[in-house]
């Protein structure tokens, strides 16, 4: 239903796009968003962007640095990474809220490593 994509090993202060492309039931969309995690750590809120109107949210750990964006017609979401650090190292997971409210479609995650 959502397989992400994009993931990779750079340096600190390179750049990474990611992808998450929505099919079957979820791509009827109310919002998607991004998550992470990273070892040992619980899953975090990233960015979300609303389907319709464009809307976006970043958290406060990402803002400046990262862009979150859609296609609607293509039912792809993106996370523009740049002026990546060490600390961003962590699997990004896409997912997709329905108009409940809850997340019912997560992607199968994409490793992005950031080395110092």
């Known amino acids: 239903q959502l397989q992400a994509s994009g993931g990779g090993s750079v340096q600190a202060g390179g750049s990474l796009r990611l992808s998450c492309v929505a099919s079957?039931?979820?791509?009827?969309?109310?919002?998607m968003a991004w998550f992470r995690q990273a070892p040992g750590k619980e899953r975090e809120f990233v960015a979300a962007?609303?389907?319709?109107?464009?809307?976006?949210y970043h958290a406060d750990s990402v803002k400046g640095r990262f862009t979150v964006s859609r296609d609607s017609a293509a039912n792809t979401m993106y996370l523009q990474m740049n002026s990546l650090k060490p600390e961003d190292t962590a699997v990004y997971y896409c997912?997709?809220?329905?108009?409940?409210?809850?997340?019912?479609?997560w992607g199968q995650g994409t490793q992005v490593t950031v080395s110092s």
């Open positions: 997912a997709h809220k329905g108009v409940n409210g809850a997340y019912d479609y």
């Open positions: 079957g039931r979820a791509s009827i969309s109310y919002s």
């Open positions: 962007i609303n389907w319709s109107g464009g809307a976006s």
